[in-house]
């Protein structure tokens, strides 16, 4: 199973992330300061039964940088409006 690559542009930045697989989405956080990437032998599994999306959270990854006066309301709005670009 190939694991895929894309952007979400936000009001943040832009977020990058890694998907596959086809079925019930499910969505794979990274613990910080890590990114997507210690997902993907997790992805290839799960994605036998369900859709994968694993975004790199913003500053880390692929994602752009943090914003300035970021904090994690912020954070959480930039993943809300990333999984909204896939309903």
């Known amino acids: 199973m190939n694991i ?7 009001k943040f ?12 989405p499910i969505v794979l956080l990274h613990p910080s300061p890590r990114s997507s990437v210690v997902y993907e032998k997790l992805m290839m599994s799960l994605g036998e039964t369900h859709q994968v999306y ?7 990854g692929y994602s752009d940088p943090l914003p300035r006066k970021f904090d994690f309301y912020d954070l959480a ?10 309903s």
Do not use: M
């Open 4 to 10: 895929n690559k894309g952007y979400v542009k936000t």
């Open 13 to 24: 930045g832009q977020i990058h992330y890694r998907f596959c697989g086809n079925g019930k």
């Open 54 to 60: 694993a975004p790199d959270t913003l500053g880390f």
């Open 77 to 86: 709005d930039s993943i809300y409006e990333f999984l909204k670009y896939f």
